[in-house]
C-alpha cells in the first residue's frame, strides 16, 4: 500500500511539473537547489553590494538548445557549485524583458555574458555550452585570466 501512495505521488508530481508555470530559472530558485538566479534588476544590485562578478543568461521558453542547457549544463553539479560560489547568476527571458536583451544586443539564445561588479562588460559567448566546457569558460572569467592571456592559453595552462 506504501509504494503505491509513492507511486501516486511521484506520477502526480511529473504530470504537474510542466503546468507550475513560470521559467526554469524562477522555479530552480523557488526550490532552493540549482542555480541561485536573480532577476536583472535584483542581481545587478546585488553584483555591486558584494563585489562579484555576474553571469547573465539570455533566454527563451522556446529555445531548444536553451532548453537543453538548462537540463544538462544547469543540472550539472560542478555548474552550479561553482556558479552559485563564484558569480551572481541572472536570468533574463528575451521575451519578456525585451528592453534588456536589446541592451545587449542579443540576436541569438542562448546568450551568456559576463559583467564585473561595477557593470562593465567582459565578454559574452552565443550558444550552447555542455557543463565541462561552461566550466572552463566560468573559471577563465572568474581568475581575472582574461586580462592576461587568451581562452586557448588558459585552457593549454590548465591541462
Do not use: H
Not at 6 to 20: H, K, Q
Request: with cysteine; aromatic share 14%; proline share 3%.
Amino acid at each position: 500500500m506504501k509504494k503505491n501512495w509513492l507511486f501516486a505521488l511521484t506520477a502526480i508530481a511529473f504530470m504537474v511539473t510542466p503546468f507550475a508555470g513560470g521559467s526554469w530559472a524562477a522555479q530552480a530558485t523557488q526550490k532552493g537547489d540549482g542555480i541561485q538566479w536573480k532577476s536583472y534588476e535584483e542581481g545587478i544590485k546585488q553584483s555591486a553590494t558584494e563585489d562579484k562578478k555576474v553571469f547573465l543568461v539570455f533566454n527563451a521558453a522556446w529555445c531548444r538548445y536553451c532548453v537543453k542547457m538548462e537540463k544538462e549544463t544547469f543540472q550539472d553539479s560542478s555548474v552550479i557549485a561553482y556558479v552559485n560560489r563564484n558569480f551572481i547568476p541572472i536570468s533574463v527571458d528575451s521575451d519578456k524583458e525585451r528592453a534588456i536583451a536589446t541592451k545587449y544586443r542579443v540576436t541569438g539564445l542562448p546568450n551568456l555574458w559576463f559583467l564585473a561588479a561595477n557593470g562593465d562588460r567582459i565578454g559574452n559567448f552565443p550558444g550552447y555550452l555542455p557543463a565541462k566546457e561552461m566550466l572552463i569558460f566560468l573559471k577563465y572569467i572568474s581568475s581575472d585570466s582574461y586580462r592576461t592571456m587568451s581562452l586557448e592559453s588558459f585552457v593549454k595552462k590548465s591541462n
